[in-house]
C-alpha cells in the first residue's frame, strides 16, 4: 500500500473542527482505523464511491462512548450497525435484530467455550466464534461469568452459549428499561449491555446473554423480533394497571382505583387551565416539562405532559393523578389539582423553593452534616411510612425525588411510576433507576415494598457522599453488578456505626431482611438523640457514651 493512500485514509474527516478535544481525537484516530481495516479487507461495500463518508456519519451520530466502546478488530461489526439502523429508519423493517453467539474467553484463557460452541446447531459447524462486538466491563468482571454459568452434558462440564443481540429500533423514553424486560421475559439472562442513542432518534442497544438453548440463532432472533412488535402493539398492558383510554368528550378515564372525570360529574381537583400562570420553565423530561407558575395567586409547579408521546405517557400521568388526590402527609408534596382533558395535560402542586436534594448536594459540592442527614432521612421515611400504609409503592425513590421547602422540610415526589400494591402484595415487571434500583425488581422478579426499602438505604449513601451511586459504571453495569455480584456502594471510614447498620440492613439482598419504614423511623430517631447526646457530652468535656445496636422495632 502506498504510504501516502495511507496518509489519505487517516485524517481529520471533512467539516470536524481541527481544535479536538482528547476524545473526540480518539473518536477520529478510530474511525480512522476502522476504515483502513475495512478498506484493507474484501468488504465490497467499504469500496463504494462515498463510504468514508457514510462511515464518518455513522460515528458521528452515535455518542463519543460508541467509538471509544467498540472492537476496532472487529471493524465488520461497524457495518453491521450500520446496516441496523439503516434498517430501523424503515417500519417494514423493524425493529432490525441482530443474533449471533460469540466467545468470551475468562481471564485464565481458557478454551472451554469452544466445546460448547462446537455442540450448537447456530455455530454452523465452526469451533469458534468472535468476540462480543463491545466487550465485557472489566470493572465487575462479568467475563467470568461466562466461565461459571456452567451444564452438564455426561461427564463433561461445558458453558452454556453465549450470545450477543443487537436490536436498533424508534429511540424512546424507557426503550432500555422495556427491552430488558422483554429478554428477561423469554428467559434470557442479561451479561453485559450497552446503550447507544443516535441523533436522529434511534437506538442502538447490544446485549450479551445467556439462558437460550442450543438452537439455530435464527430462531432466537425471530422470537425478539415477535416479542418487540407485540410489546409496541399493547403499550399500555400492565399486570397491575389497566390502560387509560379518551372518553367520548375528550376527558381522561381509567378503569380501577384511577382517575375517572366525565361530562356527568366533575372532579373537585379538575382545575380549568386558563386559571394558570407559567412563569418560569424548572426542567425539563422525556415527557414533559415542569414550570414554576401561579394558581389563584398560590405559588405553584406545573408539570405539563409532552402531547408528542401521548399514547405513551397517559398511563404515568393517570396513575400519578390517582395517587396525589389520594394523600396528604407534611413528608408528601401537596396536591393541588390537575387538567386531564387534550391538549391541556398538566398535574399542578405545591411549589416547593428549595428544589431537590440532588440539586443541593451538587451546589453545596459535597454531603451533608449527619445531624443535617438524620433530619433529612426522618423526613423521607416518614413520607415513605404514610405511603407504605397507604399501600403506595413509590419504586422511584431517589435524590432527585426529594425535594425541600422553604422551611428546611424534605418531602418525597415524582409518582409518574408509582402504584398502588398489589391485594397479593406483591408486583412484576422492572422500573425505577436502575442506580436505585432493588434485586429483585432487576431481575423482573415479584416485589413488594421493601424495593422502596432499599432505594431509601442508596439515598442515605447519596447524603452521606454526596455522590451518584456508582459513578464509574453504566446504569446497567451497575445493576448487573448489585445482581450479580452483590454489588453496593462503597460507605466511607469514619461514617458512623448507627448509619452504618440502617444503610446494610435496607440493602439487604433479601428483602424479607430488610426493616419496615416503622421501624426505620424508629431507628432514627434513636440515632438522632444519641447523636445530639453525644455532642452536649463533648461540648461539656464528657466521653462519649457507648453506641449500643440498633433493633428494628425499638421503642421510640
Given at each position: 500500500?502506498?504510504?501516502?493512500?495511507?496518509?489519505?485514509?487517516?485524517?481529520?474527516?471533512?467539516?470536524?473542527?481541527?481544535?479536538?478535544?482528547?476524545?473526540?481525537?480518539?473518536?477520529?484516530?478510530?474511525?480512522?482505523?476502522?476504515?483502513?481495516?475495512?478498506?484493507?479487507?474484501?468488504?465490497?461495500?467499504?469500496?463504494?464511491?462515498?463510504?468514508?463518508?457514510?462511515?464518518?456519519?455513522?460515528?458521528?451520530?452515535?455518542?463519543?462512548?460508541?467509538?471509544?466502546?467498540?472492537?476496532?478488530?472487529?471493524?465488520?461489526?461497524?457495518?453491521?450497525?450500520?446496516?441496523?439502523?439503516?434498517?430501523?429508519?424503515?417500519p417494514a423493517t423493524r425493529p432490525a435484530v441482530e443474533v449471533r453467539l460469540v466467545q468470551v474467553h475468562s481471564s485464565s484463557g481458557s478454551n472451554s467455550s469452544r466445546k460448547a460452541d462446537a455442540q450448537c446447531s447456530g455455530s454452523a459447524g465452526k469451533q469458534s466464534h468472535p468476540p462480543p462486538a463491545f466487550g465485557l466491563s472489566e470493572d465487575l468482571e462479568l467475563a467470568l461469568e461466562?466461565?461459571?454459568?456452567?451444564?452438564?452434558?455426561?461427564?463433561?462440564?461445558?458453558?452454556?452459549?453465549?450470545?450477543?443481540?443487537?436490536?436498533?429500533?424508534?429511540?424512546?423514553?424507557?426503550?432500555?428499561?422495556?427491552?430488558?424486560?422483554?429478554?428477561?421475559?423469554?428467559?434470557?439472562?442479561?451479561?453485559?449491555?450497552?446503550?447507544?442513542?443516535?441523533?436522529?432518534?434511534?437506538?442502538?442497544?447490544?446485549?450479551?446473554?445467556?439462558?437460550?438453548?442450543?438452537?439455530?440463532?435464527?430462531?432466537?432472533?425471530?422470537?425478539?423480533?415477535?416479542?418487540?412488535?407485540?410489546?409496541?402493539?399493547?403499550?399500555?398492558?400492565?399486570?397491575?394497571?389497566?390502560?387509560?383510554?379518551?372518553?367520548?368528550?375528550?376527558?381522561?378515564?381509567?378503569?380501577?382505583?384511577?382517575?375517572?372525570?366525565?361530562?356527568?360529574?366533575?372532579?373537585?381537583?379538575?382545575?380549568?387551565?386558563?386559571?394558570?400562570?407559567?412563569?418560569?420553565?424548572?426542567?425539563?423530561?422525556?415527557?414533559?416539562?415542569?414550570?414554576?407558575?401561579?394558581?389563584?395567586?398560590?405559588?405553584?409547579?406545573?408539570?405539563?405532559?409532552?402531547?408528542?408521546?401521548?399514547?405513551?405517557?397517559?398511563?404515568?400521568?393517570?396513575?400519578?393523578?390517582?395517587?396525589?388526590?389520594?394523600?396528604?402527609?407534611?413528608?408528601?408534596?401537596?396536591?393541588?389539582?390537575?387538567?386531564?382533558?387534550?391538549?391541556?395535560?398538566?398535574?399542578?402542586?405545591?411549589?416547593?423553593?428549595?428544589?431537590?436534594?440532588?440539586?443541593?448536594?451538587?451546589?453545596?459540592?459535597?454531603?451533608?452534616?449527619?445531624?443535617?442527614?438524620?433530619?433529612?432521612?426522618?423526613?423521607?421515611?416518614?413520607?415513605?411510612?404514610?405511603?407504605?400504609?397507604?399501600?403506595?409503592?413509590?419504586?422511584?425513590?431517589?435524590?432527585?425525588?426529594?425535594?425541600?421547602?422553604?422551611?428546611?422540610?424534605?418531602?418525597?415526589?415524582?409518582?409518574?411510576?408509582?402504584?398502588v400494591q398489589a391485594q397479593s402484595g406483591v408486583m412484576t415487571a422492572e422500573t425505577g433507576t436502575y442506580r436505585w434500583m432493588a434485586p429483585e425488581v432487576i431481575e423482573h422478579k415479584p416485589y413488594d415494598n421493601k424495593a422502596d426499602v432499599f432505594s431509601f438505604g442508596i439515598v442515605l449513601w447519596e447524603l452521606l457522599t454526596g455522590k451518584l451511586p456508582y459513578e464509574n459504571l453504566t446504569?446497567?453495569?451497575?445493576?448487573?453488578?448489585?445482581?450479580?455480584?452483590?454489588?453496593?456502594?462503597?460507605?466511607?471510614?469514619?461514617?458512623?456505626?448507627?448509619?452504618?447498620?440502617?444503610?446494610?440492613?435496607?440493602?439487604?439482598?433479601?428483602?424479607?431482611?430488610?426493616?419496615?419504614?416503622?421501624?426505620?423511623?424508629?431507628?432514627?430517631?434513636?440515632?438522632?438523640?444519641?447523636?445530639?447526646?453525644?455532642?452536649?457530652?463533648?461540648?461539656?468535656?464528657?466521653?462519649?457514651?457507648?453506641?449500643?445496636?440498633?433493633?428494628?422495632?425499638?421503642?421510640?
Open positions: 500500500m502506498a504510504e501516502e493512500d495511507t496518509e489519505s485514509r487517516c485524517s481529520i474527516p471533512a467539516g470536524f473542527s481541527p481544535a479536538l478535544t482528547k476524545k473526540q481525537k480518539l473518536k477520529v484516530n478510530i474511525y480512522n482505523e476502522v476504515l483502513v481495516r475495512l478498506k484493507d479487507s474484501d468488504v465490497s461495500e467499504a469500496r463504494q464511491p462515498g463510504f468514508e463518508d457514510e462511515l464518518w456519519s455513522h460515528f458521528n451520530r452515535l455518542p463519543t462512548r460508541y467509538a471509544l466502546d467498540v472492537n476496532v478488530e472487529r471493524a465488520q461489526d461497524v457495518l453491521m450497525h450500520k446496516r441496523l439502523l439503516h434498517m430501523a429508519h424503515d461466562a466461565k461459571k454459568l456452567q451444564v452438564q452434558h455426561g461427564n463433561n462440564t461445558v458453558p452454556r452459549p453465549i450470545y450477543e443481540i443487537t436490536i436498533s429500533t424508534s429511540d424512546k423514553p424507557k426503550l432500555l428499561s422495556e427491552l430488558t424486560s422483554l429478554l428477561s421475559d423469554i428467559g434470557l439472562n442479561i451479561q453485559e449491555a450497552h446503550a447507544f442513542s443516535t441523533t436522529d432518534g434511534y437506538s442502538l442497544d447490544v446485549f450479551v446473554v445467556d439462558g437460550w438453548e442450543c438452537e439455530e440463532t435464527e430462531r432466537l432472533r425471530q422470537t425478539l423480533v415477535n416479542v418487540i412488535l407485540w410489546s409496541e402493539k399493547n403499550p399500555c398492558l400492565d399486570h397491575n394497571v389497566m390502560p387509560p383510554v379518551l372518553g367520548p368528550d375528550g376527558g381522561m378515564k381509567v378503569t380501577g382505583d384511577h382517575v375517572s372525570t366525565s361530562s356527568e360529574g366533575k372532579d373537585i381537583w379538575e382545575i380549568d387551565s386558563s386559571l394558570l400562570t407559567y412563569e418560569k420553565k424548572i426542567a425539563s423530561g422525556s415527557n414533559g416539562d415542569l414550570y414554576q407558575g401561579t394558581f389563584c395567586g398560590q405559588d405553584v409547579a406545573i408539570k405539563v405532559l409532552s402531547t408528542d408521546r401521548l399514547n405513551e405517557t397517559m398511563k404515568e400521568f393517570a396513575q400519578e393523578v390517582s395517587i396525589l388526590r389520594k394523600v396528604r402527609h407534611k413528608n408528601v408534596v401537596q396536591f393541588i389539582g390537575a387538567c386531564t382533558k387534550p391538549p391541556n395535560l398538566c398535574i399542578i402542586t405545591e411549589f416547593l423553593s428549595g428544589g431537590s436534594m440532588y440539586d443541593f448536594l451538587r451546589n453545596q459540592k459535597g454531603a451533608f452534616s449527619l445531624q443535617s442527614l438524620l433530619k433529612v432521612a426522618v423526613d423521607v421515611s416518614r413520607g415513605m411510612k404514610y405511603l407504605h400504609q397507604n399501600n403506595i409503592i413509590h419504586r422511584d425513590l431517589k435524590a432527585a425525588n426529594l425535594l425541600m421547602d422553604g422551611n428546611g422540610v424534605v418531602k418525597v415526589a415524582d409518582f409518574g411510576i408509582a402504584r446504569p446497567l453495569q451497575a445493576a448487573l453488578g448489585v445482581v450479580k455480584k452483590g454489588l453496593r456502594p462503597p460507605i466511607p471510614k469514619h461514617t458512623n456505626p448507627m448509619l452504618v447498620e440502617l444503610m446494610e440492613s435496607c440493602w439487604q439482598h433479601d428483602s424479607s431482611l430488610r426493616p419496615e419504614f416503622s421501624d426505620i423511623v424508629n431507628m432514627l430517631r434513636q440515632m438522632t438523640r444519641r447523636v445530639a447526646d453525644e455532642r452536649e457530652d463533648r461540648r461539656k468535656g464528657k466521653s462519649a457514651k457507648v453506641v449500643p445496636t440498633l433493633r428494628h422495632g425499638s421503642a421510640e
